[in-house]
């Protein structure tokens, strides 16, 4: 299976900063990388996909990129609404499909 | 627009067998484009993939619960459900059913039921 790394587990910032999470895959995925934003007691949202791709609705702070086995997910100017937990996750080929352990965006 | 829904009991007694129902809505199961998938959270951790069904009834589960796990589908119902069996204490998470489009991965979830493992 294919393991995803997230780094940092937990990152503290302040509203107008601009936030970097990284995540990892043990082997190439190409671009198959989702991330989703989850906040406590609701199910996980879609932000980006194929790495790059922002979900329809999402706002524009919110960005993706690389490929290959590095990926990064940045929030250019946090929000107040912004303070949650952040996932990738893998979606190359066959499953199982995979997450990454969350990297939790707290004031 | 999608919605989905999980169902079933918040209780299961260790050993038995869990079962769970995702009623979707605004969309069809049947559906040519998607998976339906289940995906669990224990509380306070991450997410973990169990499995997947397609409109054919092909199903792909995650090797780690393989031998417990059964998913199916009732186009009828426009409804997918989980079985789970022998649970333990490690079973007990937040189930969420989602469907799973090939391009952009899980676009839609439902809200999430927790089942807990306990005598």
């Known amino acids: 299976d294919i393991q995803m790394t997230q780094f940092p587990s937990t990152l503290s910032a302040s509203v107008g900063d601009r936030v970097t999470i990284t995540c990892r895959a043990s082997q190439t995925i190409t671009n198959w990388l989702a991330w989703y934003q989850q906040k406590p007691g609701k199910p996980p949202k879609l932000l980006i996909y194929q790495a790059s791709h922002l979900q329809s609705g999402v706002p524009s702070r919110f960005s993706g990129s690389g490929s290959g086995t590095e990926f990064t997910l940045t929030i250019s100017s946090l929000q107040p609404d912004d303070f949650a937990t952040y996932y990738c996750q893998q979606y190359v080929g066959s499953p199982p499909f995979t997450f990454g352990g969350g990297t939790r965006v707290e004031i | 627009q999608v919605q989905l829904q999980e169902s079933g009991p918040g209780l299961v007694k260790p050993s038995q067998t869990l079962s769970l129902t995702c009623t979707v809505s605004?969309?069809?199961?049947?559906?040519?484009?998607?998976?339906w998938s289940w995906i669990r959270q224990p509380a306070g951790k991450g997410l973990e993939w169990i499995g997947r069904?397609?409109?054919?009834?092909?199903?792909n589960y995650n090797p780690t619960l393989k031998s417990r796990v059964t998913i199916s589908l009732d186009k009828s119902k426009n409804q997918f459900s989980l079985n789970l069996t022998s649970v333990s204490a490690a079973d007990t998470a937040v189930y969420y059913c989602a469907r799973y489009a090939a391009a952009s991965g899980f676009d839609y979830w439902g809200q999430g039921t927790l089942v807990t493992v306990s005598s």
């Open positions: 605004g969309g069809s199961v049947n559906s040519e484009y998607y998976y």
């Open positions: 069904i397609y409109t054919n009834g092909r199903t």
